[in-house]
Structures are given as structure tokens and as C-alpha cells.
């Protein structure tokens, strides 16, 4: 058996992490991050006529990208895992739908990246494939039409609520075979997936849809916490830990669970919600959220720092809050999820 | 590698189906399959306020009668694999969070069973995990009050137009170690996967949301093809080939793809849909479709026929439709696909 403790497995034969590409809006493109960026489309309707088919469009993007980057070809490529926030998965099914690739739809809501990281990369240890496109995306408009007010409603936002990133994430995971015959490998150094620890489904009871960041933070806790045990390890032995989109609300409830588990992890931490806009100068409130924001800040920023030398290794920890708009309407819990990914530089 | 052609893996350690549960509503309870099922509610609310909160306790339910009809301990278990038609699976998230286990939530539509056994096979036979719980479920007002009208309405249905199942079903897979710890093994033959076939995006143009069965065939004809081309085989190798909803419009499509490729499976071809209700005495038109009509026939009905001898080996293969309100609204497509697993019994 490969699982290591209760919750966690680690990798006899890491994959690798073949390339990636990140597709951002014009708010990311102007954010902190916006340089790391691989695509920017300054439209928010990226050619189409409505916001669920502009994040296809952006998931279409990304998975072509991430193709071409690497010089892996779509024959080589056995699944892509991926998903959305959109009801049934509308903007990925659409999205991935021309390449032809075999497909598991997955849904994480924003820890999506790190489900389908997490899953690819067993297919491939597994040997059941080569290689597998991961891939991920939100966009803000269509997200507030499914979870919130139509746009042009105008509704005022508290300061606890985040602002989806409008993106796309795509990662191709594979194994040695693959990666020799990639005709483009990623500048720098190799990355490997070491392990994996799956989440559980973390209840605090919170309600409220504007203030994410704390449905999810006692998820990012558990699956962290979980982590250290599981493989034996604290907050010194990661150079980073990084989680998707608390935003600065949640994060500082989750440095809070840590430090009341003994286990602190705020000068390690980094939230990809809070890194992605400069909540001074961007009018996002507590940060950035969606599926896209920990998947673009993986694939734009984060691994390019871990191949060019600054990071030896991260437990990349993806946050999603399994709100939907019915359940809001019913007056039920945000219950929360996070799935731990151990990236190792090679 | 453990694939098997283009689309296709073949296990060399296939893993067990250690135990089997479904759960239905009355309706399906008085179909020609009532007397195979685990459990009939008569309740449809079953005692809960909502419709989703029913189908999230149906869920309940199947997991946690197949832990002791299979008399497999919870903490044997290493990870549910499920997910429901609800927006942001909402039905799955509340259903599974009391048990604890780490979650992995997808969404395939009504193929979500096919999807989940193909992921639990992996991580078992790729030692992720020595046992994984695949749920799925369906619930008919729930589903009519998400993708069409609110029952209140009542709204004519037209003839090619299917009902979806009101039932949750749960199977857990396993190693052979996790089997001989078992306290209460399956009566009758052991099963196992044998192989899986993962299917593409299938889209015809299909645009009726009353016509579910249409989207879905040719779906389930690529699957059945890809399955015969990567394992070299035919529709005379398979005692059975069930589809999981297409209903009798549906099937009738089937049947006609399926002689134009050269590949005629009438003969062998049973589709869960036309087999849980009596469609000359229930008023559900085309038949029963839905996450849990192709769960609860697979774990109430075929397993058990397995089990006692009547079949050696099927082709199991539960088709989805990737329709949601908006894309409907929006005037797209219909999107299908499907997962082909290869059940056999030892």
C-alpha cells in the first residue's frame, strides 16, 4: 500500500509536472501576479456572447496552451480531470469538449485544482496513464450570476466577501516516458507531486455567502493538520504553504485554528487569494476566490519560483466552500473541503 | 502501463465490489425491479423538510447500509467517490459529511456511478486505497424543481420524456486484504472490475431537455465501440451490455448506431431506464433515467444476478447527459458521455 497514515498517500514514483499554463482577466493581468501570467484577455466576454461561455472559452485556452508550452501532443495525453463552480459543470464540459480527450468531470468548488491534482496524479503513478490534463478555471460574472446578483443589480459586497478570479488553470501531469519524449520541457527545474492528502468534508456551521474565507478556513486547517501527521512533518519542513482563496478574513482564522492546534504555520503561509490582487489598490474587499485563483497562482506564479530555484518544496493546499445557491436559499451550512499537494522540486 | 488501447485499463490485480446497497423511492419500489432493492422509502420527503435534504438522506442511507451490509469497517474505508445531478452537488455534500471519510466529489451527470467505480478501481488497484465507497443518487422532485419546472406547476411531459429515479446507490470496492477482514461478505460469487473504458464528450446537436435519451446514445455508442476496439472483443463476449438511462427512445437510437458502426448489441443489450419501471402501467413515459436509476439497478438488481450465477461478465456502462438550466436558457447543446466498466464474476 501506498497511503501513508489515515488520510494521505505518498508517491513511490512521483510524477512529474510536465507544464503548465495560466489564462487570467484583465483584473489578475493588472494585479501583483500579472506579469507570471502566461495569457491576459482584456475582455471579460474573450469573444462570446455570454460569461459561462467566455470561461469555456478561457478553459479552451489554457488546455491548448498548456499543450503547446509543454510540446506534449494531445494523442499522448489519456484523460483530462477537471471542473468548475457553474452548475453541472457547464464551463468545463464546454470547454474541453473539441479536444476529444477522455474525461472525469470533478467538483471541488475552489479546491478543484487540488482534486484534480491529486487524482491525476494516481492515474499516472497508477500506471493507468502517460499523461493528464488537469485543469480548472471561475470567472467573476458568471459566479455572481450563479451564487449571488446579476451584475448589473449593483448589490453592495461587505468586507468579508472575495472576488472570483476570472481565469483558467491547466497543468499536464505524466510520467518519466512522457516527459522524454516531451519536445518542450518546462524551463528550470523538475517538479514532482511527492504525495497527496485528501481532505474531509469540515462543518463549522458558517451561513454566511459573503464571507467564504471562514467556511473554509477549518478545511485548510484539517487537511494541513492531517498532512503533518500523516507524513510525520511540521510547518519547517515546507518552504511554503499555500492555500487557495481564504482571502485575509479567512486566513487569519486559520492561523488562528494552527496556532490553537500548537501547530503555527503563519510565517510558511501564503493565501493565493491574498497574494493575486493588491486589496489596496483593486477594489476586491478580502481578496481573490473561485477555482481559478489557487489554479492560475500554481501555474503562473508558484511553479515558475519553485522551477527557478526559490522553493524546494510546497504543500499546495487548494480551499473550496460546497455553497451552492439552493442550499443558500434552504438556509443550510458552507460545508468546506482542501486536498493537500506535496510539490517537490527535482 | 495498465492501458489498454486508447481509452481503456485493464487491472492485472482487478479489485473486489466487497458489498453492494440501493435505496429507492416508492415508485420505484412498486417497478418491476421493487422486491431487488435493499430498502424502500415511502416517504419522498424521507422525513426531511426539502427535497435535496431527502436525497442527501437517501444517500445517507445507501452508504451507510452498504458498511453493514458488507461489514466493512468505516475506518477501512479510505475515500467516498460520489456525486449527484444537484448544482454543486449539493445532495452528496450533505449526505456524506457525517461519515468523515475523505471525499472526492464528480460529476458525471446520471454516468456519475460509472464514473465513481472507475476512479474507486484505480485507487484500489493502484494502492491508494484498500477500500472506496462509490455513491451516487437521484431524486425526482428534486431533479424536475433544478433542470425543468417545479412539480407545483404541473407541466405536460412529452412522450420521449423520462423520469428520474427517486434512489441512492453505494458499492464498496476493495483489495483482496480488505475482503478477508470483511465480516460480512456478499452472498454467492465474488465480482470484480476488470477493466474500465473512459468515455469523450459526445455532442450531437441534441438540444431537448425532454429528450434526455437522445443526448446520451451516442455517448454510450462511442464507449461501447472504444470498449470492443481496445479489448478486442464484441457483443458476444458480454452476457449482458447495460446502459444506464437512455430510456426506450434512447435505446432505440442505441440499437440503430450501433448497426450502422457493424456492431449490433440488440441482442444483448439491457438499459436500466426501460428495466425500472413498467412503462405500460407507470405513467413515466420513456422510462426512468437519473444519477440512481443505472446506481440502484447495478446494486439492487444486477450484482445480485451476478452473485447468484446468472451472469459471468457485463459490460456496465451508466450514460449522462451534461445539461444544466443555464446552458439549457442559453440555447446549447446537450453534451453526453459515458463510462464503460467491465464487471466479472469469479
Chains 1, 2 share one sequence.
Not at 496513464?129 to 455572481?144: I, N, P, R, Y
Amino acid at each position: 500500500m501506498k497511503t501513508k497514515g489515515k488520510q494521505s498517500v505518498e508517491f513511490p514514483n512521483p510524477p512529474y509536472l510536465l507544464g503548465e499554463a495560466s489564462v487570467v482577466g484583465k483584473m489578475e493581468g493588472e494585479g501583483p501576479l500579472g506579469k507570471y501570467f502566461h495569457e491576459v484577455c482584456p475582455d471579460p466576454f474573450v469573444g462570446k456572447k455570454t460569461w459561462e461561455e467566455a470561461e469555456s472559452a478561457l478553459i479552451e485556452k489554457a488546455c491548448n496552451l498548456v499543450l503547446s508550452n509543454s510540446g506534449v501532443k494531445r494523442a499522448d495525453v489519456n484523460y483530462i480531470v477537471g471542473g468548475d463552480l457553474l452548475a453541472q459543470l457547464m464551463a468545463t464540459s464546454f470547454g474541453v469538449e473539441n479536444l476529444q480527450i477522455p474525461f472525469f468531470g470533478i467538483y471541488g468548488a475552489c479546491s478543484t485544482m487540488g482534486e484534480s491534482l491529486t487524482l491525476s496524479a494516481m492515474m499516472v503513478e497508477g500506471e493507468y496513464a502517460q499523461g493528464v490534463l488537469a485543469v480548472t478555471s471561475s470567472h467573476f460574472a458568471g459566479a455572481e450570476k450563479q451564487f449571488r446578483f446579476p451584475l448589473p443589480y449593483g448589490n453592495q459586497r461587505p468586507a468579508a466577501a472575495t472576488w472570483t478570479v476570472t481565469g483558467s488553470g491547466a497543468v499536464i501531469v505524466g510520467n518519466e516516458e512522457l516527459m522524454a519524449r516531451q519536445k518542450q520541457p518546462a524551463a528550470g527545474a523538475k517538479v514532482v507531486i511527492r504525495g497527496i492528502t485528501v481532505g474531509r468534508i469540515t462543518d463549522y456551521g458558517i451561513k454566511d455567502s459573503m464571507n467564504m474565507g471562514a467556511a473554509m478556513a477549518p478545511a485548510a486547517a484539517s487537511t494541513i493538520a492531517a498532512n503533518f501527521q500523516d507524513f510525520g512533518v511540521g510547518a519547517e519542513d515546507y518552504d511554503l504553504i499555500v492555500t487557495g482563496d481564504l482571502g485575509v478574513v479567512g486566513t487569519q482564522i486559520l492561523h488562528d485554528i494552527m496556532e490553537a492546534k500548537g501547530l503555527p504555520i503563519r510565517k510558511k503561509h501564503l493565501d493565493c487569494g491574498v497574494e493575486i490582487y493588491d486589496t489596496s489598490r483593486q477594489d476586491v474587499h478580502a481578496g481573490g476566490s473561485g477555482c481559478g485563483c489557487s489554479a492560475v497562482t500554481l501555474t503562473g506564479y508558484l511553479l515558475r519560483r519553485m522551477r527557478e530555484g526559490s522553493y524546494r518544496r510546497i504543500l499546495f493546499v487548494p480551499t473550496g466552500a460546497m455553497l451552492s445557491p439552493v442550499s443558500f436559499h434552504e438556509e443550510l451550512t458552507i460545508p468546506g473541503i482542501a486536498y493537500g499537494i506535496v510539490l517537490e522540486r527535482r
